[in-house]
């Protein structure tokens, strides 16, 4: 049984940005929530299928960060680009059929909207080892919940695509990690290092970005590790995306801040 150093920051203050909110909801009504800094055992290779994920090894992140708490929606989507590519139309279903440059431009159009831009947010999309350092929670199992996706009733992976939030969030208060739809990160693809890293952003070139989490079809790959390599512009009806934001500089307005 492999060891997972896991160490986390209770309690974040720094000069820069101050006390950070634990939650905050932004203008649009997307929920984050703040992720804390901590090392962690990134990959796996208990399973044959996992050599996509292997070696494990250690990985720092140094600073705390927010991740949606849900996976980006279609009524989301539409509010800031002002389509809906999505082949299972539902409001508040994750949006699909996205591509890693579609899911970039929703950041950089978000972040560009009056109210983020004057509460200092530039939205981005989480690195790999952001993702999955959210997805474990501290876990050290296969999945967040533990070992076995079938015993786990109503956090486990479904066959049919839902609306976000259905299942059981993660100790973290994180609704999806496994399952609904694969999450597209910033990262190109690339094998693993042997040793340990800090904030790793993954190569500086590539063909293919990687995504995580599984998803509704097939429902198998939904492990904390999982890996899928695609290239940016796959767009299928199983790919979605959830955002990630640094701290701003600039506090944000209290109206928008949920402590």
């Keep these: 049984m492999r060891s997972l150093v896991l160490s986390i920051v209770l309690f974040v203050v720094c000069p820069a940005f101050g006390q950070q909110p634990k939650e905050i909801t932004n203008s649009i009504g997307m929920k984050l929530v703040l992720i804390h800094a901590g090392t962690f055992t990134m990959g796996s290779d208990e399973k044959p299928e996992g050599l996509l994920t292997r070696p494990p090894h250690e990985v ?3 600073k705390p960060y927010y991740l949606g708490a849900y996976e980006v929606t279609q009524d989301e989507y539409e509010k ?16 699909e059929k996205v591509g890693w440059d579609d899911a970039v431009s929703f950041c950089k159009k978000l972040s560009e909207m009056p109210k983020e831009k004057a509460a200092g947010r530039e939205y981005r999309l989480p690195t790999e080892a952001e993702w999955e350092y959210a997805c474990r929670a501290s876990s050290e199992t296969a999945y967040s919940f533990g070992d076995s996706a079938d015993s786990l009733g109503d956090d486990k992976a479904q066959s049919t695509l ?3 939030g259905g299942k059981k969030p993660n100790r973290w208060g994180l609704y999806d990690m496994h399952g609904n739809v694969w999450e597209w990160c910033a990262d190109w693809y690339g094998d693993y290092p042997s040793v340990a ?4 952003q993954g190569p500086i070139q590539g063909s293919q970005r990687v995504l995580r989490g599984g998803s509704w079809y097939p429902p ?11 290239e940016p512009s796959y767009r299928e009806g199983s790919n979605g995306f959830r955002l990630a934001l640094s701290p701003p500089v600039k506090q944000p307005e209290a109206a928008n801040e949920s402590k």
């Excluded at 890293?197 to 790793?200: G, K, N, S």
Aim: charged share 20%; net charge positive; hydrophobic share 30%.
């Design 197 to 200: 890293a800090t904030d790793p």
């Design 162 to 164: 839902q609306p976000v």
């Design 220 to 230: 198998a790959y939904c492990r904390s590790a999982d890996r899928l390599a695609k």
């Design 60 to 62: 720092t992140i140094s």
């Design 80 to 95: 800031v680009m002002g389509n809906n590519p999505s082949r299972f139309k539902g409001a508040k279903n994750p949006v």
